[in-house]
């Protein structure tokens, strides 16, 4: 008997799943668990994805549908694993629990660098893994060092074609190879969920706002964040649109969209705030969207890549620089948006939808910034990354790189071009061998 065990913690990551299994991505099981955890900061106020307008339609392709929050509770599956010596006895508990048995288990997980994903795979110690990616996360590297007791299970890297022709990074330190989820059969998932949200006001074509709540990942504040959303507005009527709907992030505080209500009174928008959780491509689906804006959600790529959708982007040259540490993994994401999408301010560029880089040049501009965030899990990303700094590090590219990361790593560009001849003089290099050498003597 085989069972597979599918970890979701949100809907876009179930309809992913669905589309997969739709297209014979998993071999035949005898039975298939959907395992759902609510990552919410609160998770007590804050739908699950089996909670969500639309979730029971995808229901079908699951026998069964667990909560992990309940599993585990009072912990939060974000902050808890097992404990090594105890990865034994939880898996002989849950067998028991979730009537496994001596079932042999197949599990697929998202951000398996993380709990709960990794807890899970600690826990099932000797089953092969899967991992789906549903966001431009999986285009760079993996954010964590792995075990390799759970690394080198992992046979394939399932992810949807957000950026076409751009070949993910995130696993490749363990030879995962990459596969994509076919967007034909994405798209024919999403269409399935097209007519749920009873409650959404009917609004044809407006530009639609996307919100993130990106001041609890302390990116933003909270007043900063609000002030985002007011520049997309503002951005959205200085291109001739007039209605305008904004979709606030689930778990984004109420008073966020009075203030936009309040500015949109004052400039004489029409604006429409959506208290419904539905996903944003179900919005794509009933409004049709004139233009989509956000800061660097995914959403902005499905809209542009699977409803070819004109999208715009808000904000993502201050977060580039706001972004810490360096190794932040939303900097892939923000790094993808910032280079592919036309600023919301540039009017020529959002009418005619003009890419910022291609694909190759954004592949290579990846390898470097990755290389950059991971040195230890990635150096033989170093001569695509000296290569591409040299060649390639100029005004336009600098916000990507910080010259304290580049100099820690010995990367082109830790030193500015005026000053490069100071490394290769014989003067200065003795004259700083002295000065170590006398602060050594005084240290002692």
């Not at 993996?142 to 992810?159: E, F, M, Q, S």
């Not at 209500?261 to 959780?277: F, H, I, Q, R, S």
Request: charge should be neutral.
């Amino acid at each position: 008997m085989t069972t597979q065990i599918f970890m979701a913690s949100t809907l876009y990551g179930v309809a992913t799943l669905a589309a997969a299994l739709d297209t014979d991505a998993f071999g035949p099981a005898d039975r298939r668990v959907l395992l759902v955890s609510n990552n919410a900061a609160t998770p007590e106020t804050t739908p699950g994805p089996d909670e969500m307008p639309g979730f029971e339609r995808l229901r079908g392709r699951f026998d069964d549908v667990i909560s992990w929050n309940e599993t585990i509770t009072p912990f939060h599956p974000g902050g808890w694993a097992p404990r090594p010596d105890d990865a034994p006895l939880w898996e002989r508990h849950l067998r028991l629990a979730w009537n496994l048995g001596d079932d042999d288990v197949e599990l697929a997980v998202e951000s398996i660098q993380v709990n709960p994903a990794l807890g899970v795979c600690q826990i099932f110690m000797g089953a092969p893994v899967t991992v789906y990616a549903d966001g431009l996360m999986s285009y760079g590297p993996t954010r964590n060092k792995i075990d390799p007791l759970v690394g080198t299970r992992v046979a394939r890297l399932l992810h949807l074609d957000l950026v076409p022709g751009l070949k993910p990074l995130l696993l490749t330190e363990f030879g995962v190879e990459p596969r994509i989820v076919p967007t034909d059969a994405f798209v024919k998932v999403l269409a399935e969920l097209a007519d749920t949200g009873d409650e959404l006001p009917s609004v044809d074509e407006p530009a639609l706002l996307l919100g993130q709540y990106l001041s609890a990942l302390e990116i933003l504040t909270a007043q900063e964040e609000e002030e985002l959303h007011v520049r997309m507005l503002k951005g959205a009527l200085a291109l001739g649109h007039t209605r305008v709907v904004f979709k606030p992030h689930p778990s984004a505080p109420a008073r966020w969209s009075r203030m936009l209500e309040k500015e949109a009174e004052k400039l004489g928008a029409d604006l429409t705030v959506l208290d419904t959780p539905v996903l944003a491509e179900v919005l794509y689906q009933r409004m049709r969207p004139a233009l989509v804006v956000g800061c660097f959600s995914t959403a902005l790529l499905t809209a542009s890549a699977l409803y070819g959708l004109p999208v715009a982007r808000v904000g993502t040259g201050p977060l580039l620089d706001r972004l810490t540490p360096y190794e932040n993994s939303n900097r892939v994401p923000v790094t993808i948006v910032d280079a592919l999408l036309p600023e919301l301010t540039d009017g020529a560029a959002v009418t005619g939808q003009r890419p910022g880089t291609d694909v190759a040049d954004l592949t290579k501009l990846l390898r470097a910034v990755g290389f950059a965030m991971q040195p230890k899990i990635y150096p033989d990303l170093r001569p695509a990354a000296e290569s591409y700094l040299t060649d390639r590090l100029n005004q336009d590219t600098w916000r990507y790189f910080k010259r304290k990361r580049l100099t820690a790593l010995a990367l082109p560009g830790a030193v500015p071009a005026q000053l490069a001849f100071i490394p290769r003089n014989a003067t200065v290099r003795r004259v700083a061998r002295r000065a170590r050498s006398l602060k050594r003597a005084v240290g002692r």
